[in-house]
């Protein structure tokens, strides 16, 4: 079982930056793709990033291309997302999201079906 915890949200101002960090307990970290995805009160959830095993590869939501950058570190079990010039469309709760295998060419990493395990979300408000 791999568990996923993660943490930085809070409350912030339009045009402000915020780090999100997810901490995993699994000990082939390095072999999990990673992803961040959000959901909004009443809305669907929606990708916005995510990373291979090695950190190689990133992808990008079209909303948050250039303003957001994922990241990890291997050697602490954990991956970032550094939010930069945040709006108040990106109120949501974020969530972490771990798969166990590989991405492939071809795989849809935008659809959270693909991913195994999931953290239990942290709350970011963008005022305006």
């Known amino acids: 079982q791999v568990q996923l915890v993660e943490s930085g949200g809070g409350l912030v101002q339009a045009g402000d930056s915020l780090r999100l960090s997810c901490a995993a307990s699994?000990?082939?970290?390095?072999?999990?793709?990673m992803g961040w995805f959000r959901q909004a009160p009443g809305k669907e959830r929606e990708f916005v990033s995510a990373?291979?095993?090695?950190?190689?590869?990133?992808y990008y939501a079209d909303s948050v291309k250039g303003r957001f950058t994922i990241s990890r570190d291997n050697a602490k079990n954990t991956v970032y997302l550094q939010m930069n010039s945040l709006k108040p469309e990106d109120t949501a709760v974020y969530y972490c999201?771990?798969?166990?295998?590989?991405?492939?060419?071809?795989?849809?990493?935008?659809?959270?079906?693909?991913?195994?395990?999931w953290g239990q979300g942290t709350q970011v408000t963008v005022s305006s």
């Open positions: 990373i291979s095993g090695g950190g190689s590869s990133t």
């Open positions: 699994g000990r082939a970290f390095s072999t999990y793709p």
């Open positions: 999201a771990a798969r166990l295998v590989a991405f492939y060419a071809g795989l849809d990493y935008q659809n959270d079906h693909v991913y195994h395990y």
